[in-house]
């Protein structure tokens, strides 16, 4: 069973920095991608980036594109999210997923995709 654990989320003020950590561990060794949503209460949740473990290739959100990095270690098993001039919009739940679908132009989730407890990222002065 894939389980993902996320770490790293906090408060940070605007304009700074935060690193967010997501570990997986019972992956298949062909698994497809990994990425990240995030999440406001009362708002849908939004896919933001993700990686192909086959090729590296990834995909940006406009609204994190040039801001956040997202990158792996070398077993492919640890995933970071590298998040940098943070805005008070960036504040919400950001969780670890495993893709049906990553791409230049997008990710999905299917059904039976695994997501992590969750990170709460709170950007505020």
């Known amino acids: 069973q894939v389980q993902l654990v996320e770490s790293g989320g906090g408060l940070v003020q605007p304009g700074g920095s935060l690193i967010l950590s997501c570990t997986a561990s019972g992956l298949a060794p062909n698994y497809y991608a990994i990425g990240w949503f995030r999440q406001v209460p009362g708002r849908e949740r939004e896919g933001i980036t993700c990686?192909?473990?086959?090729?590296?290739?990834?995909y940006y959100a406009d609204s994190v594109k040039g801001r956040f990095t997202i990158s792996r270690d070398n077993d492919q098993t640890t995933v970071f999210l590298q998040m940098n001039s943070l805005k008070p919009d960036d504040t919400a739940v950001y969780y670890c997923v495993t893709p049906a679908h990553c791409s230049y132009y997008g990710l999905e989730v299917a059904d039976s995709g695994s997501w992590g407890q969750g990170t709460q990222v709170t950007v505020s002065s």
């Open positions: 990686i192909r473990r086959s090729d590296g290739g990834t």
